[in-house]
Each structure stands twice: as structure tokens, then as C-alpha cells.
């Protein structure tokens, strides 16, 4: 009798197991923990992240402009604090007012001089005209620019990458090419303001669905974060491009260099002789 009641184990739910050693509760209240802090960070980094970057080009901007405005018409002079924004609320002021002028004929007329004068100086002339240019494209209300995402084979034939139409081909470019291409900037990952120009015939270039801002951060999130697709449920099972063909060729050198694509395994006889 004694021998039945010693091997008797204590009872389930006393807070240790059959063995008797304890429940590792501590180990799922750690993961719940870990997933909070995690939870967290993902909430709060991109929100504190903004603001800091935010803070640090209003601090810069105040601290070039403040400076500039005489002591009895700065508000810091007559308070004890300084106000945060006051120098980006006067460079926005300026800026509005510059635009209300330049839009009457007496801007028109300063704004042709000064564009004469910056035209004879031989470097000058250069940047300026590169800059006027490139804020024209991109702050004109009709411009195209990075209005469309599309899918290009590159480096290779095969391998997918993500572009941006920045507008159609003219000139020199276009003349000495046969088929029609496009402008496309290829950017780079995670930083997207780099990448490269390319020329690109219209017809290899492959329309996506997704927004621009969504194939942006795509790039810059490296793939990780992925739009879904919106298309309808008959487009998303018709696939619309592959690399199967380029994976049964291989490419064949020729003495001249001159890339061939022939099947794999066939056989060229080459004849030195010749």
C-alpha cells in the first residue's frame, strides 16, 4: 500500500510536469515579449525616422535664412524661444512671390536677360541649362516622367528588372535606330536616385500594373515588400513573357566576337584552315 501511494505523481495543472520540473511558461511569455518589442519598432522607427529627417532640413533651412532678416523685423528678437519653420515659411513666402512675378511681362522680360548673361559664360552655361532642364521635366504639371513601371530584360536576356519610363527618344538617338525606343531609368537598390539610362525598343518593354510609388519601394525594400496584383483572375493566370527560350541556347563566338545563339549541343565544325 505504502509502495502504491509513493509512486503516485502529482496531479496536472499544480504547475510542474510529470517529471516534476516546471512548465517553461517564462519561454512563451519572452516570445510574446520579443513580438511586442518587434511590433514596436516597425510602428514607431518610420514615424521617428520621417520626423528626424524632417526636423533636420527645417533646422537647416532656419538656420540659413533667420540669420538673414535685420533684428527688429525677426520675431526671436522680441521672445525667449526661437520659432521652428519661421526661416522654411519665409523661403516658401519668397518663392510664391517669385513665381507671381516672373508671370507678368516685367518677369518675362528679367528673366530673358538674365538667361542672356548666364548664356555667355562658358561653365555657367553648362549647369544651368542642364538644371533648367531637369526641373522642367520633372516639376511640369503635363511631363510623363516616372509616370509608368515596366519590366526589362537586364543585364541579360532572361533576367527581369524593374524601370521607369522617363519619355519617348528623339534625336540623334532615335534616328539611328531602326525600331522605336523609349527612355527608361533603371534604378538601383535601395538607393533608387542612382541608376542608369537606357534606350530601350517599345516592344521589349513589358507594362506593370503597379503604381509608381509601389514599384518604388519595392526596388528599395530590395523585394521584400511586394504590391500584390490587381490585375483580374484571367490576366494573372496568362503569363505574358519567359526565359525558357534563352535557356536552351547557348552562345556561339565567332572570330569576330559576333554573338550567335545556336542550340545547345550542336555541334560547329570549324575548319582552321579557313
Do not use: C
Request: no cysteine; net charge neutral; proline share 8%.
Amino acid at each position: 500500500m505504502k509502495n502504491d501511494i509513493s509512486q503516485k505523481q502529482p496531479p496536472l495543472g499544480d504547475g510542474k510536469s510529470m517529471a516534476g520540473n516546471p512548465i517553461p511558461v517564462e519561454a512563451s511569455l519572452g516570445a510574446r515579449l520579443r513580438n511586442y518589442f518587434l511590433a514596436g519598432i516597425l510602428v514607431t522607427a518610420p514615424i521617428g525616422i520621417t520626423f528626424y529627417l524632417a526636423w533636420i532640413f527645417i533646422d537647416f533651412v532656419d538656420g540659413q535664412v533667420t540669420p538673414l532678416l535685420p533684428a527688429k523685423y525677426n520675431p526671436e528678437t522680441y521672445l525667449t524661444y526661437g520659432l521652428p519653420g519661421l526661416g522654411l515659411l519665409i523661403v516658401i513666402v519668397v518663392l510664391i512671390l517669385i513665381g507671381a512675378l516672373t508671370a507678368g511681362f516685367v518677369g518675362h522680360a528679367f528673366t530673358r536677360a538674365s538667361e542672356r548673361v548666364l548664356a555667355r559664360m562658358p561653365v555657367i552655361r553648362s549647369v544651368y541649362g542642364a538644371v533648367k532642364q531637369v526641373l522642367e521635366t520633372v516639376l511640369a504639371q503635363q511631363s510623363k516622367a516616372f509616370r509608368e513601371a515596366v519590366l526589362v530584360e537586364y543585364p541579360r536576356r532572361g533576367i527581369w528588372a524593374i524601370a521607369f519610363i522617363t519619355g519617348r527618344t528623339e534625336g540623334e538617338v532615335q534616328n539611328i535606330t531602326k525600331e522605336e525606343v523609349i527612355n527608361i531609368f533603371l534604378p538601383t537598390t535601395p538607393n533608387p536616385t542612382s541608376g542608369f539610362l537606357l534606350f530601350v525598343p517599345k516592344k521589349e518593354l513589358v507594362p506593370l500594373s503597379m503604381t509608381v510609388e509601389e514599384a518604388i519601394k519595392m526596388v528599395i525594400s530590395g523585394g521584400i515588400v511586394t504590391p500584390p496584383d490587381r490585375r483580374p483572375e484571367e490576366e494573372r493566370k496568362r503569363p505574358v513573357v519567359a526565359a525558357a527560350t534563352f535557356e536552351e541556347l547557348d552562345i556561339l563566338r565567332e572570330g569576330e566576337r559576333a554573338p550567335v545563339l545556336v542550340p545547345k549541343g550542336f555541334e560547329v565544325n570549324r575548319n582552321e584552315d579557313t
